[in-house]
């Protein structure tokens, strides 16, 4: 009798554990098209074509508890400390507008970090820090570092001060500033996940850029979201005005996609002889992720 019980027990236990579906891994790929329309006034219009693929993996120091929230913002949610690493391939079509001109190849490798101080009696706990590294070779290879200091000042929300330093072997190097802040609304079942972002990027011999940004993302429940967001890039008056939509979908509780869709507005650029150029950027991406 002992023994069934036992059995019976350990059967629950089992399909427990599997029903809430904490992780370590998480591993994935992403495939982003995009199309930038240049039309010349007067003149021409073209469009230029990118094609990117990604590959992605992340462990995280200790088991994520998914039982706080929504599936997508689980890490967030259990301060889970965690490390990625990632390549992409890409190729930009730029034989679509001059035949004389060669397609260009460009791969992407680094890896991005969090460290969460966590434990009763920690006099730096809830505080958090980042690391980051990504390496672009192209026609000029470009190395960007990334490092950032922050803090749970509530369970749900994070101030985060980054700095990204980026080296370009051409020239024309830059330093970045920025605030950030995340915030979790939580519901009985779903939530709302908001940001808001500022910050200046210092490039050298020109004018700062300054960039703002805010979105947001409803959970319905927590294995489907929708998200909206909104950026706006300045320099010495010249605007670029970037919006975007993405929904998230958790098939199943370890197996998740994400469609997004976004689109760039330029200023016009005003060029000698009376011309303008009209730039307009569209992006779509859809990114697959498995975790275990």
Same mark, same amino acid.
């Given at each position: ?8 027990a350990?059967?629950?236990l ?15 790929g992403?495939y ?6 240049a039309?010349?006034?007067?003149g021409?219009?073209?469009? %230029?074509?990118? *094609?990117i693929g990604?590959? /992605?993996?992340?462990w995280y /120091? ?11 913002e689980?890490a967030f ?12 391939d ?13 397609d260009?190849d ?5 890896f991005n970090?969090?460290? &969460?101080?966590?434990?009763p ?5 809830g ?9 672009l ?5 470009i190395?960007?570092?990334?490092a950032?200091?922050?803090k749970?000042?509530?369970p749900?929300t ?7 330093? %980026? !080296?370009v072997?051409?020239? #024309? ?6 605030l ?9 079942? #779903?939530?709302?996940? &908001?940001?808001?972002s ?9 004018d700062? &850029? ?7 993302t409803?959970y319905?429940? *927590?294995?489907l979201?929708?998200g ?7 320099? !010495? #008056?010249?605007?670029? *005005? ?7 979908? /958790?098939?199943?509780e370890?197996f ?13 650029i005003?060029l000698?002889? #009376? ?5 307009e950027? !569209? ?8 975790? /275990?």
């Amino acid at each position: 009798m002992f023994k069934k019980t036992a059995l019976v027990a350990g059967i629950g236990l089992a399909l427990s554990a599997t029903a809430q579906a904490d992780y370590q891994w998480e591993l994935g790929g992403a495939y982003t098209y995009g199309e930038i329309q240049a039309d010349l006034k007067p003149g021409p219009s073209d469009d %230029i074509d990118e *094609n990117i693929g990604e590959l /992605f993996g992340t462990w995280y /120091f200790e088991n994520v508890d998914t039982s706080k929230g929504p599936l997508n913002e689980a890490a967030f949610l259990d301060h889970a400390s965690n490390i990625t690493v990632f390549a992409t391939d890409g190729e930009v079509d730029l034989n679509s507008i001059d035949n004389r001109l060669s397609d260009k190849d460009g791969q992407t490798y680094g890896f991005n970090s969090r460290y &969460v101080a966590e434990g009763p009696g920690w006099k730096l706990s809830g505080w958090l820090g980042e690391l980051g590294y990504e390496y672009l070779d192209l026609d000029n290879s470009i190395d960007t570092y990334h490092a950032a200091i922050g803090k749970y000042v509530t369970p749900n929300t994070t101030i985060v001060l980054n700095y990204d330093r %980026i !080296d370009v072997s051409a020239g #024309g190097d830059t330093n970045g500033y920025s605030l950030d802040l995340d915030h979790f609304f939580a519901f009985s079942n #779903g939530g709302l996940k &908001v940001n808001a972002s500022a910050g200046k990027v210092v490039v050298s011999d020109a004018d700062d &850029v300054e960039q703002y940004e805010l979105g947001g993302t409803w959970y319905l429940t *927590n294995n489907l979201g929708f998200g909206a967001g909104y950026m706006n890039t300045q320099q !010495d #008056g010249y605007e670029v *005005n970037s919006w975007a939509v993405n929904a998230n979908w /958790f098939i199943t509780e370890s197996f998740a996609m994400d469609l997004s869709y976004g689109q760039a507005d330029f200023d016009d650029i005003d060029l000698i002889g #009376g011309q303008k150029l009209q730039l307009e950027q !569209d992006v779509a991406r859809l990114e697959a992720k498995f975790r /275990f």
